[in-house]
């Protein structure tokens, strides 16, 4: 490897730019799945502020909205679920779906001003989603999270969700795209055979071909659909450990504050012959399996997270991936709709996979 050489060349220690943004991403963010939510209302702590979430009586759908009643300030979550309107504890002033007061039991009129903010939610892919824009937008057309073809086909366990606080910018997470020289340390990944990235609209996509002697040869497609929910599903043949096996993931990230976020992982295997009619067991199963490679699966992360620094300015060499290009499509969140580039929306391909990577054994978690 050419090394700088130190008689002459002396660069000056590097300094680390670090500093967070200053506002929360724009999209539709998951928290959770579909069968976690219920009529018993829950409080939610996201986008530095607390939410209600229920699902109505009449409707079954969920809805959220703030979580503190400005009649007096108590917290909805405490209180119960009526129709598609939720009760506040303290005076149960009832508020609709819509966030608008729609009872009070003791006035004969509503104050104008009686009405809280109500987040647009969707349900799909048997998970749940609420949209988050700053600027107070509606949800995007273009940006609603598609029907995954793999998730409705019938043989699937029920989605598992972990959830993990994380004290840094979700960012750091998102790097984890393009970050094509980490999945040796970090995931004990021997070589990673092909590594592309498709960065298209408000969508990026990771195309990952790895091997390992245990795990066999793996094919693997991740998709950001906006910044916070990540799908991925992947299939392997030819390990050691474990017959072909199927399964997909979901990596995820609920901003709580500017400097923090709520890691959501999610799994999902095959049933296993003999398990179709029996629902725990399918939960014990996944879980099982999600314990088994927690070291190295998506968890792997989590003691970089925590403890690295946000950088601004990191010094990429020729066998990274496509690390800016990814914080440049990540950014598209982190400004107005009106400013986002148009040439965001061209669909661009980063093929990093020359030259391959070989690790150094010791370097291979086992
Ligand atoms: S504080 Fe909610 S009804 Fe009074
Ligand atoms: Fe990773």
């Given at each position: 490897m050419n090394q700088p050489d130190r008689q002459q060349d002396l660069p000056p220690p590097y300094e680390i730019e670090s500093s967070l943004p200053t506002r929360f991403p724009r999209g539709w963010f998951c928290i959770g799945a579909a069968y976690e939510f219920t009529n018993e209302p829950v409080q939610l702590d996201y986008f530095g502020t607390s939410l209600v979430a229920y699902r109505g009586q009449d409707s079954g759908k969920l809805h959220i909205l703030d979580a503190f009643c400005p009649h007096m300030g108590a917290n909805l979550a405490d209180g119960c679920v009526k129709g598609d309107s939720v009760i506040c504890p303290f005076h149960e002033w009832s508020w609709g779906s819509d966030g608008f007061c729609d009872d009070i039991p003791y006035a004969a009129k509503i104050p104008t001003k009686a009405r809280i903010k109500s987040w647009p939610t969707m349900e799909i892919n048997e998970l749940i989603f609420i949209w988050n824009d700053p600027d107070g937008g509606a949800p995007i057309k273009e940006q609603e999270i598609p029907l995954n073809e793999e998730v409705a086909e019938p043989g699937w366990t029920p989605w598992i969700i972990r959830r993990v606080p994380v004290g840094n910018n979700a960012r750091e997470l998102i790097d984890n795209m393009a970050d094509k020289a980490h999945f040796g340390p970090v995931h004990?990944?021997?070589?990673?055979?092909?590594?592309?990235?498709?960065?298209?609209?408000?969508?990026?996509?990771?195309?990952?071909?790895?091997?390992?002697?245990?795990?066999?040869?793996?094919?693997?497609?991740?998709?950001?659909?906006?910044?916070?929910?990540?799908?991925?599903?992947?299939?392997?043949?030819?390990?050691?450990?474990?017959?072909?096996?199927?399964?997909?993931?979901?990596?995820?990230?609920?901003?709580?504050?500017?400097?923090?976020?709520?890691?959501?992982?999610?799994?999902?295997?095959?049933?296993?012959?003999?398990?179709?009619?029996?629902?725990?067991?399918?939960?014990?199963?996944?879980?099982?399996?999600?314990?088994e490679f927690a070291d190295r699966g998506v968890f792997a992360d989590l003691h970089i997270w925590k403890n690295k620094v946000p950088i601004n300015n990191p010094i990429l060499c020729d066998g990274d991936g496509p690390v800016i290009r990814l914080r440049q499509w990540y950014d598209q969140f982190l400004v107005p709709v009106d400013q986002v580039p148009a040439s965001m929306k061209e669909r661009k391909i980063y093929d990093k996979s020359e030259p391959r990577i070989e690790w150094p054994a010791n370097m291979i978690m086992e």
């Open positions: 004990g990944l021997p070589s990673v055979d092909k590594f592309v990235n498709i960065s298209e609209g408000h969508t990026y996509i990771q195309l990952q071909e790895t091997t390992h002697e245990a795990l066999g040869h793996a094919k693997s497609c991740a998709t950001y659909y906006g910044p916070g929910y990540m799908i991925h599903s992947q299939s392997t043949t030819g390990g050691t450990q474990h017959e072909s096996n199927r399964f997909m993931s979901l990596v995820m990230n609920a901003p709580t504050s500017l400097g923090s976020f709520e890691f959501l992982a999610g799994f999902k295997y095959r049933i296993p012959e003999g398990m179709e009619d029996d629902r725990d067991a399918q939960i014990n199963h996944v879980n099982e399996m999600v314990d």
